[in-house]
C-alpha cells in the first residue's frame, strides 16, 4: 500500500513539475509595465532624445509601456490631455499657460523641457550665403499659424531685427503649416517659406529652396517644447512621472554622448518613409545648433522668455505663475 502511495505521489510531483515548465518563469515586461499613452504635438526629428529613449527601452526599464499617439497640433494635444485622452502631453508649453488663463482646474504642469531651440527653418528660392534678415522687407513669407510657436518665434526675430511684421512684409497664414507649406513653396508661392524638418531638407535635396537662417539660432534659447500632465495626474502617479523622466534623461544623456551618425541609426525605424541620408542630415542641423539641452530642467528664465514671446505676438493676456505651471522635482531627480 505504501508503495503504491508512493508511486501515486511521484506521478503527480512530475506532472506538476511538467506544468512549471511549460509556463513562464516569470511575467513578461509586457505584463507588469504600466501603460502610458504619450500625446506629442508631431512626429518630428526635432524630438530625437524622445525617440531615442523608445528605441533603446529606456522607458521599459522604468516599467513603462508606452503608447505613442501624433496630435497633429498643440491644441489638439492639450484637448486630448485635459479630457484624459492622453497621460501625458508634448507641445509647445504656451498651451499650458492659454488653459491656465482660460480658468481651467485641473490645468496642466510642464515637468520635463526637452527641446531649447526653436527647429524652423528659413528657406529661400536662391543660395543666400549672406543673408540678412533685412532682406526680407518687401517679401512675401509663408508663414506658420497665428498664435502657434513657429509664426511668434518667428515674428519675435524680426522685431529683434527691427523689422515690422504688419508692414514691412507679407506673411501668408493661410495654409496649413509643415507640409502644405513646402508644397505651396515648391509650387511657386512666396519668396521665402518657414519650415521645419523635413521640410526644409525635402526643399533643398528637390532644388526647389535654399535654408538661409535657422530661427533656433537667431531667436536664442527658447523654451520651444514640454512635456506635462494634469496636476492630479501627477499628484496620483508620481512613481509613473519619475520613471518617464528618467528614461527622457537616459534619451538626452544619449545624444549628448553620440555623433549624429549614430543617433540617426537609433531613430530610424520612427522615420520609415525618410531615407538614412536625409535623417542623419536633418540631426546633424539640430545636433549643430544645440537643439537639446543636457538635462530636462524647465528654468524659470526660460518660462519668463516664452512669456515674452507671447506678449510681443499680442497673444497674452495676463502672464501665468511659474510656481504653478511648472515642476522641475522630476526633472532634477533625474539629472543626479
Known amino acids: 500500500m505504501k508503495k503504491r502511495?508512493?508511486?501515486?505521489?511521484?506521478?503527480?510531483?512530475?506532472?506538476?513539475?511538467?506544468?512549471?515548465?511549460?509556463?513562464?518563469?516569470?511575467?513578461?515586461s509586457a505584463d507588469v509595465n504600466t501603460k502610458v499613452v504619450l500625446n506629442e504635438v508631431?512626429?518630428?526629428?526635432f524630438y530625437a532624445p524622445m525617440y531615442v529613449a523608445i528605441e533603446e527601452g529606456y522607458f521599459?526599464?522604468?516599467?513603462?509601456?508606452?503608447?505613442?499617439?501624433?496630435?497633429?497640433?498643440?491644441?489638439?494635444?492639450?484637448?486630448?490631455?485635459?479630457?484624459?485622452?492622453?497621460?501625458?502631453?508634448?507641445?509647445g508649453s504656451e498651451a499650458s499657460i492659454y488653459t491656465y488663463n482660460e480658468g481651467a482646474t485641473d490645468y496642466?504642469?510642464?515637468?520635463?523641457?526637452?527641446?531649447?531651440?526653436?527647429?524652423?527653418?528659413?528657406?529661400a528660392r536662391k543660395e543666400m550665403p549672406n543673408f540678412s534678415w533685412k532682406d526680407l522687407k518687401g517679401s512675401t513669407v509663408l508663414g506658420g499659424r497665428k498664435g502657434g510657436m513657429p509664426e511668434m518665434v518667428f515674428e519675435y526675430?524680426?522685431?529683434?531685427q527691427g523689422i515690422d511684421p504688419a508692414t514691412d512684409l507679407e506673411i501668408n497664414q493661410n495654409i496649413d503649416f509643415g507640409s502644405s507649406t513646402a508644397a505651396a513653396f515648391s509650387e511657386?508661392?512666396?519668396?521665402?517659406?518657414?519650415?521645419?524638418?523635413?521640410?526644409?531638407?525635402?526643399?533643398?535635396?528637390?532644388?526647389?529652396?535654399?535654408?538661409?537662417?535657422?530661427?533656433?539660432?537667431?531667436?536664442?534659447?527658447?523654451p520651444y517644447t514640454a512635456f506635462c500632465a494634469k496636476q492630479s495626474y501627477i499628484d496620483k502617479n508620481k512613481e509613473i512621472i519619475q520613471g518617464f523622466t528618467n528614461a527622457l534623461q537616459k534619451g538626452m544623456d544619449y545624444v549628448q554622448s553620440h555623433t549624429p551618425e549614430e543617433i540617426a541609426n537609433i531613430i530610424k525605424p520612427q522615420?520609415?518613409?525618410?531615407?538614412?541620408?536625409?535623417?542623419t542630415t536633418i540631426v546633424t542641423r539640430y545636433y549643430e545648433q544645440e537643439t537639446w539641452k543636457s538635462d530636462l530642467i524647465f528654468e524659470k528664465e526660460?518660462?519668463?522668455?516664452?512669456?515674452?514671446?507671447?506678449?510681443?505676438?499680442?497673444?497674452?493676456?495676463?502672464?501665468?505663475?511659474?510656481?504653478?505651471?511648472?515642476?522641475?522635482?522630476?526633472?532634477?531627480?533625474?539629472?543626479?
Open 271 to 279: 522615420f520609415k518613409e525618410t531615407d538614412l541620408n536625409t535623417v
Open 108 to 123: 496642466v504642469v510642464n515637468f520635463a523641457q526637452l527641446t531649447q531651440r526653436a527647429g524652423n527653418f528659413l528657406v
Open 157 to 160: 526675430i524680426l522685431k529683434q
Open 302 to 336: 526660460s518660462f519668463e522668455l516664452l512669456q515674452d514671446i507671447l506678449e510681443s505676438a499680442g497673444e497674452l493676456t495676463k502672464r501665468a505663475p511659474y510656481k504653478d505651471l511648472v515642476t522641475t522635482e522630476f526633472a532634477k531627480k533625474a539629472a543626479k
Open 188 to 222: 511657386g508661392q512666396g519668396d521665402y517659406t518657414v519650415e521645419f524638418e523635413p521640410g526644409a531638407t525635402t526643399l533643398e535635396t528637390g532644388g526647389k529652396g535654399y535654408v538661409v537662417a535657422s530661427l533656433g539660432k537667431d531667436s536664442g534659447y527658447v
Open 42 to 45: 508631431a512626429h518630428s526629428i
Open 5 to 28: 502511495l508512493f508511486t501515486i505521489c511521484t506521478v503527480l510531483m512530475l506532472a506538476l513539475s511538467s506544468l512549471y515548465a511549460c509556463s513562464p518563469a516569470k511575467e513578461t
Open 60 to 91: 521599459s526599464d522604468e516599467g513603462i509601456d508606452i503608447t505613442l499617439v501624433t496630435g497633429f497640433g498643440a491644441d489638439k494635444t492639450m484637448t486630448a490631455v485635459l479630457s484624459g485622452e492622453a497621460d501625458i502631453g508634448f507641445m
